[in-house]
């Protein structure tokens, strides 16, 4: 799962659509959009996969996956490819983040709360570690002149490793829970049942609140993320000295932060399991911050040594960021409906992760936003610290919720 993880991520994807594809900014924008779009549809329809066994679920999805992947060899053969390839990308997506949202729940059965972040960046070290290094020789073979479609048909074969191996997987108490959640459920319209997930917003108002300043924290990311993309692909190309343009596009776009925020995951964790969601969240809020303005730094001077530390410092940022982005809903989710508060939270990081590309890519025709797009970055980074602050704000109102 992490080789593939790896190459679905949204800065190789965006690579492979910019570089092998020779798609235009704006159809990169589209294809980092249609990435994050699978979101929006698992937040929605989620409550369907409750109703079933989520390890045989796992096991479907990730065979999906595989047909997938596969079709995606055939894309050199065929007419408007890159058209093509959005929609690949954005079925793939849908699929692994339904996985997500499975996991997750998972996890929460499984695992005890004192310990589920450290069992969890277990999990993700290895997951987080093999991405990288699997984007840093998929980058390789691109540059000795491998065709990027052999590179998802092996993906896909790992694909159906996936799938036989997490059907493996057994889930404490399943049995009952899933008796409980179709008894929940009797009574409901089919379109009452898919929209089940959307529910918990309306009814939640302290969860649709933290939700809401991590959409102004994930906007202010995921913008500058899909942005660099175009700008760092531009400043490498220009580089005459440099040969291996696709390795270090793809190593310092996705494989280094990537193994950084594995290596920080790990240092993470204990501090994850003594603090509370709104101290977290803030901590990486200005932990991000805090990586635009070296960011900023160094596309303003152009050089590429200070923007590869801030890919450092990105990668610092996301480990903690991980941690939170999977186990922060369970801080308002009662616990037979951690799979719904999911859910609300996938879709609203789709419908950030779909309009972050276009504000990005698109700001990026304007004079104001400077060389190299460094006053957008500064801007990003005042976003990511005013959301920071309302963490700490909610603290204050929601002491109930802090962990003592």
Not at 110 to 137: G, Q, W
């Amino acid at each position: 799962m992490a080789i593939l993880l790896g190459v679905m991520g949204n800065s190789f994807v965006g690579l492979v659509g910019h570089k092998a594809l020779g798609m235009s900014d704006n159809m990169v924008a589209v294809l980092q959009a249609m990435s994050m779009a699978g979101f929006i549809v698992t937040g929605i329809g989620t409550s369907y996969l409750f109703k079933y066994s989520k390890p045989r679920s796992l096991r479907l999805i990730f065979s999906i996956v595989s047909v997938l992947l596969t079709s995606v060899f055939f894309l050199p053969y065929i007419p408007y490819s890159e058209y093509v390839f959005i929609l690949q990308i954005f079925l793939i997506q849908t699929a692994l983040a339904f996985g997500g949202s499975l996991r997750s729940a998972i996890w929460r059965k499984n695992y005890p709360d004192e310990h589920r972040a450290k069992m969890l960046v277990m999990i993700y070290l290895t997951i987080t570690m093999i991405s990288s290094i699997a984007v840093m020789v998929f980058s390789s073979c691109l540059d000795m002149g491998v065709s990027f479609n052999y590179i998802y048909l092996f993906c896909a074969v790992m694909a159906i490793a996936t799938a036989w191996g997490i059907g493996l997987i057994r889930v404490s108490g399943e049995k009952r829970d899933i008796v409980s959640y179709r008894a929940g459920l009797s009574g409901q319209s089919s379109a009452g049942q898919f929209f089940t997930g959307v529910k918990v917003l309306k009814d939640d108002a302290r969860f649709r609140r933290f939700l809401s300043w991590q959409m102004l924290n994930g906007l202010c990311c995921l913008s500058i993320e899909a942005a660099l993309v175009i700008i760092l692909t531009r400043i490498i190309d220009g580089r005459a000295d440099i040969t291996n343009k696709w390795l270090v596009g793809g190593t310092t776009l996705a494989a280094l932060p990537q193994f950084v925020c594995a290596l920080s995951s790990t240092l993470w964790a204990r501090y994850f399991d003594r603090k509370d969601i709104f101290i977290i969240r803030a901590i990486a809020a200005g932990s991000w911050s805090s990586s635009r303005l070296v960011l900023a730094v160094g596309l303003f001077t152009g050089n590429l040594y200070i923007i590869v530390l801030s890919r450092v410092v990105t990668g610092v940022s996301m480990g903690l960021g991980q941690l939170a982005w999977r186990l922060g809903h369970m801080t308002f989710a009662p616990p037979e409906k951690d799979g719904l508060y999911m859910g609300a939270h996938q879709m609203l990081t789709g419908i950030r992760g779909m309009a972050a590309p276009f504000i990005g890519i698109y700001l990026l025709k304007y004079d104001w936003v400077g060389p190299n797009a460094t006053w957008l970055v500064l801007l990003s980074a005042a976003g990511m610290a005013a959301s920071g602050l309302a963490f700490l704000k909610m603290r204050k109102d929601y002491s109930d919720l802090v962990r003592k």
